[in-house]
């Protein structure tokens, strides 16, 4: 797979997260981006669309960036979801991991974890 | 990535996997760490000695800290003190991957030498808790019951106003036991054994500045965005807190999602704390209160 050929989801309730996710994306050369503004929209988006990388907030209304990780795996087992939040603490990373996230990163993000997280992507 | 989070710095530095990481997480909410783990932790004993200790204990029936002590290695105090950082959750995390038999206690030193020179972290808690009784004395909260709560909460607020927005700004008075106003403002709760309600905002000029400081853009309107902006601030501030509280105490704090309030009147009662700032663009005021 071509880098410009990825589709990623960004699931975020802060508009400022989403702009400077897509921006950090479009800098390595990722332009299919596809914006969820809570937890019930990105599964909904999700099982409709199939993004090849999903990056999901925890903190959400409506529905949870865990209760959507879950559901999305449900639905796919092989989905890759970043969990991407504020909240590290040890309660949501085992959580996380538990139900599957293929990685974790505390905000605020840097580009050089995004960078990673899409070169990882991109050899497995 | 996993960044401020031990484990995660292990996974990524190769010393132990993903697999041997899960294991050990699972199991942390059954085991505390023991001494020996927390005097490396401390500095206060290489991993050799530690391992001295531990062979001393195959033929001697005497507790790991009385050893210790007996070979000059800790003081009765340094005991004390180690004694009541067995829940730090980096110490457990290590305890649980010495036991599993994933890493050794030398390797444990190591990573840990190296995980707190990464993330230039205070190494003992000397320096953070006399910077806590500062802002006791500054916020003039000394013999209020939370008061150690309130005292991490603005330090911490202070040290993200500095990392994110710049240190152009001065304290400008605490409130207690008082009704502020705020014409535009974002709220959060925190919640753990106790629930906090906590509110982010100030003047109109104040709270569209540090919306533009921290998105790092031109915004001119408290409008939809800039409130985002300052919502998400606040949640950054929140969660950097939870992760301090889960990684030092053990204590799992559940965020609730922010809202925007306008023209915002609200009473700080006496068990409750209002601080407010003066950036140069203007005013604003963070509301910490129990519910």
Same mark, same amino acid.
């Given at each position: 797979?071509?880098?410009?050929?990825?589709?990623?989801?960004?699931? &975020? &309730?802060?508009?400022?997260?989403?702009?400077?996710?897509?921006?950090?994306?479009? @800098?390595?050369?990722? !332009?299919?981006?596809?914006?969820?503004?809570?937890?019930?929209?990105?599964? &909904?988006?999700?099982?409709?669309?199939?993004?090849?990388?999903?990056?999901?907030?925890?903190?959400?209304? @409506?529905?949870?960036?865990?209760?959507?990780? @879950?559901?999305?795996?449900?639905?796919?087992?092989?989905?890759?979801?970043?969990?991407?939040? !504020?909240?590290? !603490?040890?309660?949501?990373?085992?959580?996380?991991?538990?139900?599957?996230?293929?990685?974790?990163?505390?905000?605020?993000?840097?580009?050089?974890?995004?960078?990673?997280?899409?070169? @990882?992507?991109?050899?497995? | +990535?996993?960044?401020?989070?031990?484990?995660?710095?292990?996974?990524?530095?190769?010393? %132990?996997?993903?697999?041997?990481?899960?294991?050990?997480?699972?199991?942390?909410?059954? %085991?505390?760490?023991?001494?020996?783990?927390?005097?490396?932790?401390?500095?206060?004993?290489?991993?050799?000695?530690? *391992?001295?200790?531990?062979?001393?204990?195959?033929?001697?029936?005497?507790?790991?800290?009385?050893?210790?002590?007996?070979?000059?290695?800790?003081? /009765?105090?340094?005991?004390?003190?180690?004694?009541?950082?067995?829940?730090?959750?980096?110490?457990?995390?290590?305890?649980?991957?010495?036991?599993?038999?994933? $890493?050794?206690?030398?390797?444990?030193?190591?990573?840990?030498?190296?995980?707190?020179?990464?993330?230039?972290?205070?190494?003992?808690?000397?320096?953070?808790?006399?910077?806590?009784?500062?802002? $006791?004395?500054?916020?003039? $909260?000394?013999?209020?019951?939370?008061?150690? =709560?309130?005292?991490?909460?603005?330090?911490?607020?202070?040290?993200?106003? $500095?990392?994110?927005?710049?240190?152009?700004?001065?304290?400008?008075?605490?409130?207690?036991?008082?009704?502020?106003?705020?014409?535009?403002?974002?709220?959060?709760?925190?919640?753990?054994?106790?629930?906090?309600?906590?509110?982010?905002?100030?003047?109109?000029?104040?709270? #569209?500045? %540090?919306?533009?400081?921290?998105?790092? /853009?031109?915004?001119?309107?408290?409008?939809?965005?800039?409130?985002?902006?300052?919502?998400?601030?606040?949640?950054?501030?929140?969660?950097?807190?939870?992760?301090? *509280?889960?990684?030092?105490?053990?204590?799992?704090?559940?965020?609730?999602?922010?809202?925007?309030?306008?023209?915002?009147? +609200?009473? #700080?009662?006496?068990?409750?704390?209002?601080?407010?700032?003066? =950036?140069?663009?203007?005013?604003?005021?963070?509301?910490?209160?129990?519910?």
């Amino acid at each position: 797979m071509k880098i410009s050929e990825i589709t990623v989801m960004l699931c &975020d &309730d802060s508009p400022l997260i989403r702009k400077k996710l897509a921006e950090m994306l479009s @800098r390595i050369g990722i !332009t299919n981006i596809i914006n969820a503004e809570d937890g019930e929209q990105a599964v &909904d988006i999700y099982k409709e669309k199939k993004p090849d990388l999903v990056f999901m907030d925890i903190v959400m209304p @409506r529905k949870t960036g865990i209760e959507a990780l @879950r559901e999305i795996r449900g639905f796919d087992s092989e989905a890759r979801v970043v969990m991407a939040s !504020t909240v590290g !603490t040890q309660g949501n990373l085992i959580a996380a991991i538990k139900e599957g996230a293929f990685e974790f990163l505390q905000k605020p993000v840097k580009e050089e974890d995004v960078l990673k997280i899409i070169n @990882r992507m991109l050899k497995e | +990535m996993y960044t401020q989070l031990f484990g995660h710095y292990l996974l990524n530095s190769g010393v %132990i996997d993903a697999d041997e990481l899960h294991a050990a997480l699972t199991a942390m909410s059954r %085991i505390k760490a023991k001494l020996g783990a927390a005097a490396i932790d401390a500095g206060y004993m290489t991993a050799e000695q530690v *391992e001295e200790v531990h062979e001393a204990q195959h033929t001697v029936d005497k507790r790991f800290g009385d050893i210790a002590v007996e070979k000059g290695f800790l003081t /009765e105090e340094q005991v004390r003190s180690l004694l009541s950082r067995q829940k730090n959750a980096n110490l457990v995390l290590g305890q649980a991957l010495i036991d599993f038999g994933f $890493i050794t206690n030398k390797q444990f030193e190591d990573a840990l030498f190296d995980y707190k020179k990464k993330f230039s972290l205070i190494d003992g808690e000397s320096e953070e808790e006399r910077l806590e009784n500062e802002m $006791i004395q500054i916020l003039g $909260i000394d013999g209020m019951e939370d008061r150690d =709560f309130y005292a991490e909460y603005i330090l911490l607020f202070i040290r993200n106003l $500095i990392r994110f927005l710049g240190d152009d700004f001065s304290l400008a008075g605490v409130a207690k036991n008082s009704t502020i106003s705020m014409n535009y403002a974002c709220c959060q709760d925190i919640k753990s054994d106790a629930e906090w309600h906590i509110v982010l905002g100030g003047t109109e000029r104040g709270f #569209v500045g %540090i919306a533009a400081r921290y998105a790092g /853009e031109n915004l001119s309107e408290p409008d939809d965005y800039t409130k985002a902006c300052v919502g998400e601030l606040l949640n950054l501030q929140n969660g950097l807190f939870a992760v301090n *509280e889960s990684n030092n105490r053990g204590v799992e704090y559940e965020l609730s999602p922010q809202t925007p309030e306008d023209n915002l009147m +609200m009473t #700080v009662p006496e068990n409750g704390i209002s601080v407010s700032l003066s =950036f140069s663009f203007g005013d604003i005021r963070i509301a910490v209160v129990k519910k």
